[in-house]
């Protein structure tokens, strides 16, 4: 990996899924803006993300979301009603973008637009990875140490679309040491509040839910332990991984046996369900940190957000003697902050190659 150059300024863009996301970050680590326009009402209706509606809404939205995003960063005293003043573009030395993995309809947007404004304004284009964006979500806040104080570390992605623990030695190595072999964290959570009732995106509404529980059973759901055997794991451990596709069908079960009564039952049930995720995760985080010497746990991803994982995290981390790196709030979800930040602290594929390159929506980290 290259090393960044400290003020290289960068516009990201990020449509991977169902955000249309742009953000200028200087030097790797300095937000000067970042616009994200969310989905979610469009994909409430039908309890998940339509990949058709999700290309064609980011179609119409990341033109907007790039102006602002520089009108944003660069227009005089940051007024958002400024007129676009083409001259902002030259304080841009090049243009990043996520080009895997996720929906293949969704990526070819931004990765189109990205490749058109970079051979337009004659900027380099660094395509990003997104899980390897995630990791890097964790240095955009002010409080966060400088990346070079952090390595090695031990990361955890948990979103929507992926759960997986990655191993950075130094900036740039990554490498693959445990994972989900079928649903993501997310997604379990997204499942079990459609079939609790408490709507989409699920993983707040059991948050919240959880939060309200009085009791609940511990032993209700089970742990997430994949089966030994299983040939989704290929190389990895199964101690390593998670498996969250049984906990969506014990719940769908324990609903048909006993539907629950009121909102405190369902209180309760969400509180449950939720614990055996979060032990899931901590457990797994702690043995990672436990094989291997790090100075960090870095999370990233929208499940990072989920109050009680955070929680555990905490334990887990100051357990093992290592620091917790959590992003803030607004960069936990998908963003173009860590897309911008990432190119500007030197990662992705660079030069010509990244005009060559094709949307991968299946793209790996760390094999
Ligand atoms: O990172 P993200 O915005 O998009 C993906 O790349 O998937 O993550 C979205 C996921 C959704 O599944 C959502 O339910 C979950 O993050 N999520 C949460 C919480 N907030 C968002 N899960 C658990 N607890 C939360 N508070
Ligand atoms: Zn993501």
Not at 74 to 90: C, E, K, L, R
Not at 149 to 161: D, I, W
Request: aromatic letters at 6%.
């Amino acid at each position: 990996m290259k090393l960044r150059r400290v003020d290289m300024v960068v516009l990201g863009i990020e449509t991977s899924c169902d955000e249309s996301a742009a953000a200028v970050v200087r030097g790797g680590t300095e937000v000067l803006s970042s616009v994200v326009f969310s989905q979610v009402a469009l994909h409430q209706p039908y309890g998940g993300v339509v990949p058709e509606i999700a290309s064609r809404s980011h179609v119409e939205k990341i033109s907007g979301v790039i102006r602002d995003a520089m009108t944003g960063a660069f227009a005089p005293s940051g007024a958002t009603d400024a007129a676009f003043d083409p001259a902002w573009w030259d304080g841009v030395d090049a243009v990043a973008v996520t080009y895997g993995p996720g929906l293949a309809s969704s990526l070819i947007v931004g990765l189109s637009a990205a490749k058109g404004l970079a051979l337009r304004l004659k900027k380099p284009l660094i395509g990003i990875n997104h899980i390897e964006a995630h990791i890097h979500s964790v240095f955009l806040s002010p409080g966060a140490p400088p990346p070079s104080e952090a390595f090695p570390l031990m990361a955890l992605v948990v979103s929507g679309g992926h759960t997986c623990w990655i191993e950075m030695p130094r900036p740039g190595v990554y490498r693959l040491t445990g994972q989900t072999l079928d649903d993501a964290a997310g997604e379990a959570f997204d499942k079990a509040a459609k079939l609790l009732g408490l709507g989409y995106p699920g993983g707040p509404a059991i948050d919240r839910a959880a939060a309200a529980a009085k009791s609940f059973d511990v032993a209700a759901f089970p742990k997430g332990a994949p089966r030994r055997g299983n040939p989704a794991l290929g190389a990895l451990r199964a101690e390593m991984c998670v498996s969250f596709s049984g906990l969506k069908t014990a719940l769908m079960y324990r609903l048909r046996e006993a539907p629950p009564e009121n909102e405190e039952h369902i209180a309760g049930i969400a509180a449950a369900y939720q614990e055996a995720i979060v032990a899931a995760l901590a457990e797994r985080s702690e043995r990672a940190l436990r094989d291997g010497c790090y100075r960090a746990l870095a999370v990233g991803g929208g499940v990072s957000l989920n109050r009680r994982l955070r929680e555990r995290l905490r334990q887990v981390a100051d357990e093992a003697g290592v620091r917790l790196l959590l992003a803030e709030p607004r960069f936990c979800g998908d963003n173009a902050a860590m897309i911008a930040g990432l190119a500007g602290f030197g990662g992705g594929v660079r030069g010509s190659a990244a005009l060559g390159l094709d949307v991968a929506p299946a793209l790996e980290t760390g094999w």
